[in-house]
């Protein structure tokens, strides 16, 4: 595996050994950094079921500012420090090995706000309504949400996110969710991270 482009492009990086996790592959990287690049620079990233750390690595190469990498798996959370130490990016990133539940509550009542969150879960996981909800106040108003799934995956989310893109790249998916305009007025309305 390498990063792709920016600053740390065509270093290698290491995936955790085993079937517990499925790197994102370079083309989904690639053609995902594409979509994403008038977003990119200076944005705050949650990286949830991290895996490698290949998404924020490469999110963190192309000019985001920060990125918060979170997976439950020893391994995974292991070769995150790992190649979060060989590219340099120790100051921009802040690494978490507890279960999603545990670090959406802990960010959460950190008052964190990130413009995208980018969520790749073992590919059986496809009711992520509760995952989803749960992030609804980590997003930004005018924030991305993207999951990734088996490109044929029926994936349920919150009904307060409104699919924005679904792109497809080989086995894999990518799913782009926003907010709806429902749930942000609401968010203003309570005073929540709405602006």
């Known amino acids: 595996m390498r990063i792709i482009a920016g600053e740390a492009g065509s270093r290698k990086i290491e995936a955790p050994e085993g079937r517990n ?6 083309r989904v990287r690639e053609n995902l950094f594409n979509m ?3 977003r990119i620079h200076g944005a705050r990233v949650l990286d949830l079921f991290a895996g490698s750390g290949a998404v924020s690595f490469e999110a963190l190469s192309r000019g985001a500012a920060f990125c918060v990498l ?4 020893r391994k995974a959370n292991a070769v995150e420090r790992k190649n979060c130490t060989a590219l340099n990016m120790q100051s921009r990133c802040e690494i978490l090995q507890m279960e999603w539940s545990q670090a959406v509550s802990r960010l959460t009542a950190g008052g964190d706000c990130f413009d995208l969150i980018y969520l790749d879960p073992p590919y059986e996981m496809q009711d992520l309504r509760g995952v989803t909800e749960a992030l609804l ?3 930004a108003e005018d ?3 993207m999951v990734e799934s088996e490109k044929d995956a029926r ?3 919150s009904e307060h996110l409104s699919l ?7 086995i894999a ?14 968010e203003a309305a309570s005073g929540g991270d709405a602006e």
């Open 70 to 73: 979170c997976d439950h798996d």
């Open 164 to 170: 924005s893109k679904d792109r497809r790249w080989g």
């Open 36 to 38: 994403l690049q008038g």
């Open 143 to 145: 924030g991305l949400l």
């Open 173 to 186: 998916r990518v799913s782009f969710y926003m907010k709806t305009e429902e749930s942000q007025k609401a």
């Open 137 to 139: 106040p980590l997003l």
């Open 155 to 157: 994936v349920q989310v």
């Open 21 to 26: 996790t499925r790197p994102t592959l370079d």
